[in-house]
Nanobody, 124 residues
Framework: VQLQASGGGLVQPGGSLRLSCAASGGTVSSYDMAWFRQAPGKEREFVAAIRRSGGYTYYADSVKGRFTISRDNTMNTVYLQMNSLKPEDSAVYYC??????????????????WGQGTLVTVSS
């Protein structure tokens, strides 16, 4: 499966953005999906994930209550709605897909496929 992330941009603190991760060559309903981010000089970190079955969601503590991950199987797309953005949310955001079963989705190394990343900058 190929993943295409989009929706990044420049936003003021307190603003919102919605990232999209469109899949081709496969269906998002067949994978557990996740978002990660990487800021300059920092390691890639887990942001959010959603299971293919049951729709269970998981969030990093730093984004809980502000970000929402969702999937639209008819559009073959996973979304990350980001509200109340802070400067520390600035990073390149990557979507990822895991074909395994009940993997620890917070771990980057369990994911089999990655999108190219989309840049989010939160600044006044």
């Amino acid at each position: 499966v190929q993943l295409q992330a989009s929706g990044g941009g420049l936003v003021q603190p307190g603003g919102s953005l919605r990232l999209s991760c469109a899949a081709s060559g496969g269906t998002v309903s067949s994978y557990d999906m996740a978002w990660f981010r990487q800021a300059p000089g920092k390691e890639r970190e887990f942001v959010a994930a959603i299971r293919r079955s049951g729709g269970y969601t998981y969030y990093a503590d730093s984004v809980k209550g502000r970000f929402t991950i969702s999937r639209d199987n008819t559009m073959n797309t996973v979304y990350l709605q980001m509200n109340s953005l802070k400067p520390e949310d600035s990073a390149v955001y990557y979507c990822a897909a895991d074909r395994g079963i009940l993997s620890t989705l917070r771990r980057a190394d369990v994911h089999d496929y990655w999108g190219q990343g989309t840049l989010v900058t939160v600044s006044s």
